[in-house]
Each structure stands twice: as structure tokens, then as C-alpha cells.
């Protein structure tokens, strides 16, 4: 176990308290040093896997040389210019790449911004100027933001919304379809039949005409609402009701885009085509950039309708250039294949620990559910914490999703060495943290006897 917090951390922890909004959400004295593709180190120089990716945002691993080269490049020629008034041939670049890659039939377009709530903001803001409409459909359990729009759409914590009402703009908040804790299965069988049920009969049937409707913001893969995948059924049956009512469909991909999934996005796995998308985090490898990308026919608002002084700046445009090129050579196909072999290794776990319910997740996008029974699936909101922390002292990084869930999401250029160490970890750990509780079950035999490749 690492002696932490150390004195440095604890040191820079005391100043931090001092000076830095408190509203932030840190789980346990992590401070960084440096970090090079899954390794990260702290200032007393104690050594981590970093399974959380700084959330999900440095997909192809800390510092990598390809994406640090591009940065120097780019730096070395100038720093800023606001391609919201003039032009630059990376910015150009970057928007061409990602129209090409959109899983979108119809030409798209973008438009750059620094975050993901951004994104999400611009996305709403064109299907309000493009449909005229006034009203949109979100989920329960959904996260798009903090800022004042984006909240209106984030439903997974209480504490994100409270002493923030009234939001903006109005927003009708749904279920969403998770196949281990089904809330409309007297509705169908299939829950995301029985979701699509639930909106067309009694979100449009009783309560909000469908004329009045701009848009549906849905993530493919529910991230802070705990790593949720739908059922298959879900999303061509959103598409279908959408085309039929006229309402545009936005999958915010902030989370689960940029090959996280093996795909360059989460959508492609649906087989349906989005409208508007929203893109950030692992967009440049760690520094700040977002986009919204949409179809060009609905990208028709003019000139000052939307626009961002540091949107798209040069350094984080050159950066996503080289993020993407990665990707698309090697990355999202390891994504696939290691993700494959994280979720194999984590779902064996299930034999020897009671306290994981559900394992589930696409490529390097994995979330693994505790409860306390597997009968009742009572959520284990604590011991997920305690799990978390414990695997901190342990030399990995985790977070948490949704109340208790955790979320497994390495850099996509994360090797087997890295997931057998990573799982050792965690068995032990949840072990540990299972016998505390008086847990007999807990760890019936080593998970190195276990065989990863059955």
C-alpha cells in the first residue's frame, strides 16, 4: 500500500483548500506530477494507474509524443487568433476530419467551443433556431453540463440542480432504459420498448404535443448516471418517433465519443444517424476543446447568432489533429480489443464477489454496479466509495458513476500488462473492503488462479 497523502500532497491540499471553489468534486488527494500514457505520478513521486483518464479526456494516454509534437509545432507559430473572427488552416483542418468521420449521411458542420456543457449549449441553442420549437426531452440519470442551459437537461445528482431553479430552457426528464434496473417493464418486456412507450403515450400523449418539441439530448451510453448501455431496441425506435414528429435527435458523445467505445462514436453501435452531436473531453488528448457538430442543413443561422472567443483555439485544434490521427491508427481497434478483455476480466470477478450486481460497458467505457444482495440489487453507495479510496492508497485511480457504480476508463492505448494489474488491484481491494463488512462470500480463491482467457 502507498504511504498517502504524502507530504507534498498535503501540502498542496491545505493550500488548495484556501483558494479553490470547494463546489469542486475531488474523491481523495491526488496531485499530479506527471504522467506518461497509462502511468501517472504524484509529487512525493508515488506511481499510479490511471484508470479514470482524467474523466475520460486523455484518450491517447498522458503526453503522448505524436500529440505533444503537434502542440510544440502549433505553439511555436502562434498561440491564438479567434476563429470566430478570422481564419486558420488548423481550425479548418480539424473541422474537415470531423465532418468526415460524422456518422452522419448528410454534409455536417461545426461549430467549436472549450467544453462539453459548451457543446451541449450550442446544440440546443440551433435545434431551438432550426425547429422554432420550444420545448426537449432529456432523461433521468442523464449529466450534460453545469452551466445554466446544459443544467436543465443534467438529472443524475440533486445536488447539481439544487439552489439553481428555475432552469432553462424547459425540459421534460424521462426515464432511461437500463436493462439491469428496468422502472417501465409493465409496459413491455423490452425496456427500451417500454421507455419509447412511456414517451410517446404519456410525455406526448398527455402532457406536451409533439409540435412543440425541438429536440431529444440523449447520451448512446447514460455516463454519470452510472455507465448505463440500452437495450438494442431503444434507439431505432427513438429515431423512428423523432422523423415522425419532426423532432431532432442530439446524442451528446462528450463522454463516450472519440473512439472511446471502439468506435469513433457511441451512435455508430445503433445503427441510426443523430442530427446534432456534441463532442469534448477526449476530442485533443487533454486540452480543452468541444464541438458541435450537425447536419448542414440545419446549421443555418447567421453571422453573431453563436460564437466563441476561444472556441477552437489554434494549440487544442492541432492537438485534436493528432488525437484523431491516432485514433483512427491503432487506438479505437486496441479500444476494442483491450476493452474486451477488461470487461472478460471484470465479469469473471463476478464469481468471487457478491457485492458486483452488473458488469457492463463498450470498449474502454466499462462500469462495474455494487449493490449489497443480488437479489434485491440494493445500491452499495458506500462501499463504492470506500472501494474508490482504498484502490487510491493501492496505486490505482478510479472513479465513481452514477450513486454506485465504477467507472473503468484507461487511455485507448492501455495494454493487457496494465488491465492484469489494474484487476489485481481491484480484487484485491474489493476483497478487503467485502471482508470488513462481514461479507463471508468475499474472495473465494485468488483471481490469478482465474483464467482471463475462458
Given at each position: 500500500?502507498?504511504?498517502?497523502?504524502?507530504?507534498?500532497?498535503?501540502?498542496?491540499v491545505?493550500?488548495?483548500?484556501?483558494?479553490?471553489?470547494?463546489?469542486?468534486?475531488?474523491?481523495?488527494?491526488?496531485?499530479?506530477?506527471?504522467?506518461?500514457?497509462?502511468?501517472?505520478?504524484?509529487?512525493?513521486?508515488?506511481?499510479?494507474?490511471?484508470?479514470?483518464?482524467?474523466?475520460?479526456?486523455?484518450?491517447?494516454?498522458?503526453?503522448?509524443?505524436?500529440?505533444?509534437?503537434?502542440?510544440?509545432?502549433?505553439v511555436?507559430?502562434?498561440?491564438?487568433?479567434?476563429?470566430?473572427?478570422?481564419?486558420?488552416?488548423?481550425?479548418?483542418?480539424?473541422a474537415?476530419?470531423?465532418?468526415r468521420?460524422?456518422?452522419?449521411?448528410?454534409?455536417?458542420?461545426?461549430?467549436?467551443?472549450?467544453?462539453?456543457?459548451?457543446?451541449?449549449?450550442a446544440?440546443?441553442?440551433?435545434?431551438?433556431?432550426?425547429?422554432?420549437?420550444?420545448?426537449?426531452?432529456?432523461?433521468?440519470?442523464?449529466?450534460?453540463?453545469?452551466?445554466?442551459?446544459?443544467?436543465?437537461?443534467?438529472?443524475?445528482?440533486?445536488?447539481?440542480?439544487?439552489?439553481?431553479l428555475?432552469?432553462?430552457?424547459?425540459v421534460?426528464?424521462?426515464p432511461?432504459?437500463?436493462?439491469?434496473?428496468?422502472?417501465?417493464?409493465?409496459?413491455?418486456?423490452?425496456?427500451?420498448?417500454?421507455?419509447?412507450?412511456?414517451?410517446?403515450?404519456?410525455?406526448?400523449?398527455?402532457?406536451?404535443?409533439?409540435?412543440e418539441?425541438?429536440?431529444?439530448?440523449?447520451?448512446?451510453?447514460?455516463?454519470?448516471?452510472?455507465?448505463?448501455?440500452?437495450?438494442?431496441?431503444?434507439?431505432?425506435?427513438?429515431?423512428?418517433?423523432?422523423?415522425?414528429?419532426?423532432?431532432?435527435?442530439?446524442?451528446?458523445?462528450?463522454?463516450?465519443?472519440?473512439?472511446?467505445?471502439?468506435?469513433?462514436?457511441?451512435?455508430?453501435?445503433?445503427?441510426?444517424?443523430?442530427d446534432?452531436?456534441?463532442?469534448?473531453?477526449?476530442?485533443?488528448?487533454?486540452?480543452?476543446l468541444?464541438?458541435?457538430?450537425?447536419?448542414?442543413?440545419l446549421?443555418?443561422?447567421p453571422a453573431?447568432?453563436?460564437?466563441?472567443?476561444?472556441?477552437?483555439?489554434?494549440?487544442s485544434?492541432?492537438a485534436?489533429?493528432?488525437?484523431?490521427h491516432?485514433?483512427e491508427?491503432?487506438?479505437?481497434?486496441n479500444?476494442?480489443r483491450?476493452?474486451?478483455?477488461?470487461?472478460?476480466?471484470?465479469?469473471?470477478?463476478?464469481?468471487?464477489?457478491?457485492?458486483?450486481?452488473?458488469?457492463?460497458?463498450?470498449?474502454?467505457?466499462?462500469?462495474?454496479?455494487?449493490i449489497?444482495?443480488?437479489?434485491?440489487?440494493?445500491?452499495?453507495?458506500?462501499?463504492?466509495?470506500?472501494?474508490?479510496?482504498h484502490?487510491?492508497?493501492?496505486?490505482?485511480?478510479?472513479?465513481?458513476?452514477?450513486?454506485?457504480t465504477?467507472?473503468?476508463?484507461?487511455?485507448?492505448?492501455?495494454?493487457?500488462?496494465?488491465?492484469?494489474?489494474?484487476?489485481?488491484?481491484?480484487?484485491?481491494?474489493?476483497?478487503?473492503e467485502?471482508?470488513?463488512?462481514?461479507?463471508?462470500?468475499?474472495?473465494?480463491e485468488?483471481?490469478?488462479?482465474?483464467?482471463?482467457?475462458?
Open positions: 500500500m502507498i504511504q498517502v497523502p504524502g507530504p507534498k500532497a498535503m501540502s498542496y491545505a493550500r488548495d483548500s484556501h483558494v479553490v471553489s470547494p463546489s469542486y468534486t475531488r474523491g481523495y488527494p491526488f496531485v499530479m506530477a506527471k504522467g506518461r500514457g497509462v502511468e501517472v505520478w504524484d509529487v512525493d513521486g508515488n506511481r499510479y494507474l490511471d484508470f479514470s483518464s482524467g474523466v475520460a479526456v486523455t484518450s491517447t494516454g498522458h503526453c503522448h509524443p505524436e500529440v505533444v509534437r503537434a502542440i510544440k509545432e502549433q511555436d507559430k502562434f498561440l491564438h487568433m479567434s476563429g470566430t473572427d478570422f481564419y486558420y488552416p488548423v481550425q479548418i483542418e480539424l474537415e476530419y470531423l465532418a468521420v460524422s456518422p452522419m449521411s448528410e454534409p455536417t458542420q461545426v461549430f467549436f467551443t472549450n467544453s462539453g456543457a459548451e457543446s451541449v449549449e446544440a440546443v441553442k440551433l435545434a431551438m433556431y432550426a425547429t422554432k420549437r420550444p420545448y426537449f426531452i432529456a432523461f433521468y440519470g442523464g449529466f450534460h453540463g453545469r452551466t445554466m442551459g446544459a443544467l436543465a437537461f443534467t438529472a443524475s445528482k440533486p445536488v447539481q440542480r439544487g439552489s439553481f428555475p432552469v432553462m430552457p424547459p421534460i426528464h424521462v432511461y432504459p437500463n436493462p439491469y434496473r428496468p422502472l417501465l417493464c409493465a409496459l413491455d418486456p423490452d425496456e427500451g420498448i417500454a421507455v419509447m412507450r412511456y414517451i410517446e403515450e404519456t410525455v406526448l400523449g398527455c402532457k406536451l404535443p409533439p409540435k418539441v425541438a429536440a431529444v439530448l440523449v447520451e448512446p451510453i447514460q455516463g454519470e448516471g452510472g455507465y448505463v448501455v440500452p437495450p438494442p431496441s431503444f434507439f431505432p425506435a427513438l429515431r423512428e418517433l423523432c422523423d415522425r414528429y419532426g423532432i431532432l435527435l442530439i446524442v451528446d458523445e462528450v463522454q463516450s465519443g472519440m473512439g472511446r467505445t471502439g468506435k469513433c462514436f457511441a451512435i455508430e453501435h445503433e445503427g441510426v444517424e443523430p446534432i452531436i456534441a463532442v469534448a473531453k477526449g476530442i485533443a488528448s487533454g486540452m480543452p468541444g464541438a458541435m457538430i450537425a447536419r448542414r442543413s446549421m443555418t443561422w453573431g447568432a453563436h460564437a466563441s472567443t476561444f472556441g477552437g483555439n489554434p494549440v485544434c492541432a485534436a489533429l493528432a488525437t484523431l491516432l485514433l491508427n491503432g487506438m479505437m481497434d479500444a476494442t483491450m476493452g474486451e478483455y477488461l470487461l472478460t476480466g471484470l465479469q469473471q470477478l463476478m464469481d468471487f464477489h457478491p457485492t458486483i450486481g452488473d458488469v457492463r460497458g463498450r470498449g474502454l467505457m466499462i462500469g462495474v454496479e455494487l449489497k444482495d443480488r437479489m434485491t440489487q440494493v445500491r452499495a453507495k458506500e462501499l463504492r466509495g470506500r472501494v474508490v479510496n484502490a487510491f492508497r493501492e496505486g490505482l485511480l478510479l472513479l465513481g458513476a452514477g450513486p454506485n465504477i467507472r473503468f476508463v484507461p487511455p485507448l492505448n492501455v495494454e493487457r500488462a496494465h488491465i492484469d494489474e489494474a484487476l489485481e488491484i481491484f480484487d484485491g481491494v474489493l476483497a478487503a467485502e471482508a470488513s463488512l462481514g461479507i463471508e462470500e468475499a474472495y473465494a485468488p483471481m490469478a488462479e482465474y483464467d482471463l482467457n475462458k
